[in-house]
């Protein structure tokens, strides 16, 4: 019976990846299209407008955007996939070493947010719900339903005027100098974690909170308290298991959400992540550039959702069942 579970688990898991992959072709076709269709001639944005019709000419040419649509396409991809992104056409150097530097440097900082936010909202959610319709239940209800509304630009500028220029205890910049150490390295980076936490923190808090509150209301829960068993001992073992499971897929989620909150986040703290990096190509149409950062984040999001529902479905044994037919 094991070994059937797992062959169907297996098999659920390829059905899933098989999905994601043609999702992946589908959004590849429409970040191409939609790039082919900004407007200006490529030519003149790089020889710039007072530029000859000769010289734009050829600058299409050596880009090989004198050659068919399709064909176009099929080398994009096809270099995406052997790691050959191309050049970027303001910079003239290679993208991928470019975006890997620029990816890292937001996973740093995203890492940071969520070591910071998962233990804070997971608590606060515990917490409130132990306290319902108290005045600790309250308060945290309160901070977060504000917490969630705060633009994540307003926060920033909020920081930036008490924390740096008021007080200044941190850096306006997360220009993280080169041979700075851990704690001058989180010192640079303690304002962009706190600008970007409260919405995760307040969408985590609330989801653990209801789920709280929904399994400590359970049959099984009623049951356990019924037989004797330490409420302690019923919460850490058997509520609080069942009650984290939907935070694995909202904090999944949320990581969508990170993706766009970051491009803001590196722009006004001036932090060399791939948000920014995103934002000066769209300014400047380096197509190259753009087509590949937007894919690159699209590839993340769904291997995000993909972990979060493949995690999900092998701790839920409900779902689990389902999702391999019934095999236990």
């Not at 900004?38 to 020889?47: A, F, K, Q, S």
């Not at 056409?89 to 996973?107: C, D, E, F, H, K």
Request: proline content about 5%; charged content about 15%; hydrophobic content about 55%.
């Amino acid at each position: 019976m094991a070994r059937s579970a797992d062959s169907g688990l297996l098999r659920y898991f390829l059905r899933r990846l098989a999905v994601m992959l043609g999702l992946l072709v589908l959004v590849s076709v429409l970040i191409f299209a939609m790039v082919e269709i900004l407007p200006g001639d490529v030519g003149n944005l790089i020889l710039g407008q007072y530029a000859t019709a000769e010289n734009v000419d050829l600058v299409r040419q050596q880009l090989g955007l004198d050659r068919p649509l399709a064909v176009r396409y099929l080398d994009w991809m096809g270099g995406f996939l052997t790691g050959d992104w191309g050049d970027s056409w303001r910079l003239g150097t290679p993208l991928a070493p470019l975006i890997g530097r620029r990816l890292y440097n937001s996973v740093v900082l995203a890492g940071v947010a969520f070591a910071f936010v998962i233990p804070v909202s997971i608590t606060a959610g515990i917490v409130s719900a132990l306290r319902r319709d108290r005045l600790t239940d309250r308060v945290i209800n309160g901070i977060s339903v504000v917490s969630i509304t705060i633009p994540e630009f307003v926060s920033s500028m909020f920081l930036i005027l008490f924390f740096s220029l008021l007080l200044p205890w941190f850096p306006s910049s997360a220009m993280v100098p080169e041979d700075a150490g851990p704690l001058t390295t989180l010192r640079y980076l303690a304002l962009p974690v706190i600008a970007i936490s409260p919405v995760l923190i307040g969408y985590i808090a609330r989801t653990v909170r209801a789920s709280m509150i929904t399994e400590l209301g359970a049959d099984y829960t009623r049951t356990a308290y019924l037989k004797g068993l330490d409420p302690r001992t019923v919460i850490t073992k058997h509520v609080l298991r069942n009650a984290l499971l939907p935070a694995i897929t909202v904090i999944a989620n949320q990581i969508a959400w990170l993706v766009g909150g970051l491009v803001v986040i590196e722009a006004v703290f001036n932090y060399p992540g791939i948000g920014q990096l995103l934002l000066q190509a769209a300014l400047v149409q380096d197509v190259p550039m753009l087509e590949a950062i937007v894919l690159i984040l699209a590839a993340i999001l769904m291997l995000s959702n993909l972990a979060a529902d493949l995690l999900y479905t092998m701790l839920n044994p409900r779902v689990r069942a389902q999702a391999t037919g019934g095999a236990t």
